[in-house]
């Protein structure tokens, strides 16, 4: 800003002519609006006195004069709170033995008074969570995310133990993709035996989730809600296809007659979103819902997926209560992404980090847009987006150094 | 400038606010391009044009509305521009907090570090790779922005003589990094034409920082950390001082100090869209820290500083300081960049139908694939790189990408027969042969039986499909 000379002549004429010359021509304005017929001509016609010299004087708003400080002026800062109407339910996942299911504890997702980790207005209430994926059966995986599961492709139960003792999984959820008609078309009464297997072997919350067929999946949750009653599991997902084939219902009432979680799905469609959820209040308590507004890999929609969330939020923070429902990312989608998985040239290697990575990075911006839990594969993945969970959802107060980084010796 | 009334937001700004203070000429001149003065405002309001495509506005007759306009069109948070010419980057100039509101206008540019005790060929090196890195993203290239040159020697003419050494080999947009005035002055001299960013002013050093600042005519950072009413007092003081072109930098803690480093970013960024102008500048954001003073394994390093560059491009950072160069820590965050400053209104679906690359005949290649937007642009930058003549079906799945489609029921056998019959393309070739995404190989045995078309079971992914087509096309007769 070499303006100091300019500053320094600009003074005199400013201050002398500056805000009257403003305010003249701020009318001039304001009458030319009114009255059309004056035309430009006239105008000039009204301030004859003034030379296009003096004019050129004027400075684009009125200058305050400016002695250069000698010591730091005081501002006041108020951290910018707002107050919101809305608040997102609270959703329990798993029962105990008191409670009449066998988890070892419960996990209460939701609850939110203000934005994600706008801890300068409200605490984190219920940090979000990480559910670990598992399968019933022997998919085609990513080989970065094979090499961790080897031992335990194919049997759900040993899987889902190795999720919670080797990657801390908060919960687990048992994709039943064997019930899928154009795979192995399992039956209902073998995926219900699966989900059983699973319940012992762990004792963290369950989500089990169907194989994308409408009427297969309400048909395998009508049969998993009883076998696992009370155990309060999420059934994943309820979409808008079982409203249409009018099986909504039937599979809402096996989650409600056996005290189990739904979660509802829509693809990237808010009002898609509302309208199932009316849906399902007409046959579920509201503090039974979780909603998957829909996860696309880091490149391939996430921003559609990030600004969804954030949305969604703000609007049920504002008092959209047919939003208000805590929500689940199906990050393991971010292996969808060609750059998670592709050999690529030797400048973009390890794939063995730059797959996790993609997963992590789908999961962290999703975090910051509101998710309460994400479904997720890759171990190192989960261990970062809990140890990120463990550090946003609370500010430490212990005074840090200051962040010198100019003078790192790398 | 102190607080004032609070100005319309860019969402409640209403073309006729604009065209109240527009020349108006009868008939109209349109100089502009436009049709007329209404048609300007209304590209005008939501920042397609910019006002000095209006020449009359730019006399001096229209001084005062031209002032008036530009106040009012003003985004909340200010435009900086670093570096001169071509290679300048404009950091800032967001109009809203949330990216769903309205276009966040300039992705947050890239720097990476030098520091001034690298040997020369580290130096040329680095730049060389910084200068180098590209990657072909659906049709766009991604790339890296600036150089932030630091002195961790805190020597003066050490300093110099490597910003020298850095400007003489490329033309990206320098950040000179220190926080002694004798440093960054040396390194200024050299390089003060290219409108290099200074970093940083501090409460120890802002009176000497403000000097150089304005002698030099350059933007400045004000670094004050986990302050941010010290931080606004000394915007004050600095724009009082008469340097107006400022970053903020409250400072990028990680650990159990990143809450507080969201939360500062945060709070900065929702007082400036609600009016505070002391705040209303861009945000700098160092995911470097994450190199402080650890003695973990480089990969780890790296892979928490690829973590921390997301979180703080997702919470506003306007502009990043970076270390690790290697791909796979820059590749998703430059992705990532890219999406965020994409438009938000931009449909999540393209238009169903037959689509037709390069001159195809009737013995070319027929592909069908969904019309999500991003599968469709990528299929489609894959198709087009490759020079391929093909003909794309691209079936309306309300969206869903191939592998969800196929889970939910959105591309089925039925679905995809009828678009066969529908699509013309039986009267387009003369064979039978439909090439499926390999996400959707479950299907085949359902679409040969139905549509009475053979199925080929292209790649899993559409960066398979040249080498796909050059060993399985023409299909071999049975
Ligand atoms: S150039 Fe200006 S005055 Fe002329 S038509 Fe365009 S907006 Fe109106």
């Known amino acids: 800003m070499a303006n100091n000379n300019r500053n320094q002549e600009d003074k005199g004429a400013s ?37 296009p010299a003096i004019l050129q004087q004027v400075p684009p708003s009125p200058e305050i004069v400016r002695g250069k400080p000698t010591e730091i002026l005081k ?53 979000p969570i990480v559910s670990v994926d598992v399968f019933d059966t022997e998919v085609s995986l990513p080989k970065s995310i094979r090499t961790h599961v080897q031992e335990v492709l194919g049997d759900p139960a040993a899987w889902a133990k190795l999720a919670v003792d080797k990657f801390n999984a908060d919960a687990v959820t048992v994709h039943l993709v064997s019930t899928d008609p154009l795979i192995k078309n399992a039956s209902a009464r073998d995926a219900a035996r699966t989900i059983e297997q699973v319940l012992q072997a762990v ?28 155990e309060r599991v999420m059934l994943s997902s309820l979409t808008p296809d079982m409203a249409e084939a009018g099986i909504l219902g039937d599979v809402c009432k096996a989650a409600k007659d056996n005290g189990h979680v739904v979660l509802a799905f829509t693809a990237l469609d808010l009002n898609r979103a509302k309208e199932l959820n009316r849906r399902l209040y007409e046959f579920l308590p509201k503090e039974s819902i979780v909603m998957d507004l829909t996860t696309a890999a880091l490149g391939y929609g996430l921003e559609y997926s990030f600004s969804i969330h954030e949305r969604a939020r703000l609007a049920a923070l504002a008092g959209d209560n047919e939003l208000q429902h805590p929500t689940l990312s ?10 998670a998985w592709m050999k690529m040239g030797a400048e973009w290697e390890p794939r063995e980090l730059r797959g996790p990575i993609w997963e992590t990075v789908t999961a962290l911006v999703l975090l910051l847009a509101g998710v309460d839990i994400f479904m997720m594969m890759h171990p190192a993945a989960i261990r970062t987006v809990k140890d990120v969970i463990k550090n946003i959802s609370g500010l430490s107060h212990t005074r840090r150094e200051d962040t010198d980084w100019i003078s790192i010796r790398m | 400038m102190t607080e004032r009334t609070v100005k319309k937001s860019i969402k409640e700004l209403s073309p006729l606010d604009v065209y109240k203070l527009l020349p108006r000429i009868t008939p109209p001149c349109a100089e502009c391009g436009e049709k007329n003065c209404m048609a300007f405002a209304v590209k005008a309001v939501t920042r397609e044009v910019a006002l000095e495509k209006c ?59 030098i520091a001034d005790e690298m040997s020369d060929t580290q130096i040329l090196e680095r730049v060389k790779a910084i200068e180098g890195f590209r990657y072909n993203y659906i049709g766009r290239i991604l790339k890296l ?8 020697s805190n020597d003066p003419s050490r300093f110099g003589a490597v910003v020298q050494k850095v400007a003489e080999s490329t033309t990206l947009p320098l950040i000179l990094c220190s926080f002694n005035p004798e440093v960054i002055e040396a390194g200024l001299k050299t390089v003060y034409t290219n409108r290099p960013l200074i970093y940083a002013a501090t409460e120890n050093n802002w009176s000497k920082m403000a000097e150089l600042a304005l002698k030099y005519d350059c933007p400045l950072v004000v670094h004050v950390s986990e302050d941010l009413r010290m931080l606004k ?65 480089k990969e780890l390093l790296m892979w928490e500083e690829a973590c921390l560059a997301s979180i703080l ?12 160069l290697e791909g796979w820590v820059i590749l998703p965050n430059t992705i990532w960049r890219f999406n965020l400053y994409t438009d938000p209104s931009k449909p999540v679906s393209v238009e169903a139908g037959l689509k037709i690359f390069g001159a195809p005949n009737e013995d070319s290649p027929v592909m069908i694939t969904t019309n999500y937007a991003l599968t469709f642009f990528t299929v489609e930058s894959d198709i087009r790189s490759a020079n391929i003549d093909c003909f794309l079906i691209v079936v309306d799945t309300g969206g869903l990408s191939v592998e969800s489609s196929v889970a939910g029921r959105y591309l089925t056998a039925e679905i995809i027969t009828e678009v066969l019959r529908k699509s013309g393309i039986e009267e387009k070739v003369k064979h039978r042969y439909l090439i499926i995404p390999g996400l959707a190989a479950r299907l085949s045995g359902e679409i040969e039986q139905l549509s009475g078309w053979q199925v080929l079971v292209g790649p899993r992914d559409s960066s398979g499909i040249p080498t796909f087509l050059k060993d399985r096309w023409p299909p071999k007769k049975e």
């Open chain 1, 15 to 51: 201050i002398k002519l500056g805000p009257k010359i403003l305010d003249l021509l701020r009318k001039i304005g304001e009458i030319e609006l009114e009255n059309v017929e004056i035309n430009a001509e006239e105008i000039e016609i009204w301030i004859p006195s003034l030379s």
């Open chain 2, 145 to 152: 922005d600036m150089i932030a040159v630091r002195s961790s």
């Open chain 1, 75 to 127: 501002a006041e800062f108020k951290p910018p709170i707002q107050t919101y109407s809305g608040k997102i339910l609270e959703v329990k996942l798993g029962a105990t033995k008191s409670e009449g299911g066998s988890r070892g504890k419960t996990l209460t997702i939701g609850g939110e008074r203000s934005p994600a980790f706008y801890l300068f207005e409200e605490t984190q209430l219920n940090p």
């Open chain 1, 203 to 230: 004792d963290v919350p369950i989500i089990v989730g169907g194989c994308g067929d409408p009427k297969k999946d309400v048909e395998v949750f009508q049969k998993v809600s009883e076998v696992a009653a009370k």
């Open chain 2, 233 to 297: 007092s000394l915007v004050k003081t600095l724009v009082e001082y008469g340097v107006e072109d400022l970053v903020l930098d409250p400072g990028t803690f990680v650990g159990k100090g990143l809450a507080s480093t969201i939360n500062n970013f945060t709070m900065i960024r929702r007082s400036a869209c609600g009016g505070d102008k002391l705040l209303g500048f861009p945000i700098l954001g160092a995911s470097i820290a994450a190199w402080k003073e650890r003695t973990e394994p």
């Open chain 2, 55 to 113: 020449a009359p506005l730019l006399t001096e007759k229209y001084k005062a509305e031209y002032a008036q306009l530009r106040d009012l069109l003003a985004p909340p948070v200010k435009e900086i521009t670093v570096g001169i010419g071509d290679r300048s980057v404009k950091i800032g100039g967001k109009a809203v907090q949330y990216r769903h509101e309205f276009t966040y206008h300039n992705p947050a540019p890239i720097a990476i570090d």
């Open chain 2, 313 to 324: 491009l997702s919470r506003y950072a306007d502009v990043l300081v970076m270390h690790s």
């Open chain 1, 330 to 339: 199906g990050t393991t989608n971010a292996w969808a992404a060609r750059e």
